[in-house]
């Protein structure tokens, strides 16, 4: 798996063998275009940057991507919301999600309205396509939505869906996470 970072030496240290650092930003191109090259899929877990021309760029050379976005959009913000949870801000930005969608029409949207730095693993995951006009509600652990994303980045019959995800209190964790995805891609 290959990831654009700041500091290449810190994810190495971070994520050791399972990641192929690329060290640059996302808001320069050459450095997307570097962390792009070759590449299938790309999980977009913050800032948009150079990354909505690179897609556009290279839809158009027939080198299309499977692309799934993590959001928060339609998810309660504002105020001091935004000042002390910047990232969130980002996630929570409709606008960047509609830029997504535009650009890569089969996107997988992957939503909570909150992801919380707490230990994952401990508790349900619920995974549901989201309905037309749906609020976005519920919290997750960091650890499991990355769960939840790497499940749809592997999955093979994603069609452009909105998922939401949320931790469930009190229910087990999923033995496995590929598995509650393609049953919430089913319907079932």
Known sequence: MRILVKDAAAATVAFGPYVT???GSVTDPAAVKRALNG???IIIPSKLGALIPALTTAAAAGQPRDVVLVSSA???SGGLLNVFDADGAVLRDAAREASVRETVPGCTVVRAARIRDVPGGVSGIAIAQA?????VEGEV???DMARVVAAAALCENKRGEVLHVGNVAGSPPPEDVGAALASALAGS
């Open 21 to 23: 650092p690329i060290q």
């Open 39 to 41: 590449t299938r899929t």
């Open 74 to 76: 339609g998810a309660p």
């Open 131 to 135: 309905s037309a006009g749906a609020a």
């Open 141 to 143: 652990c960091r650890e």
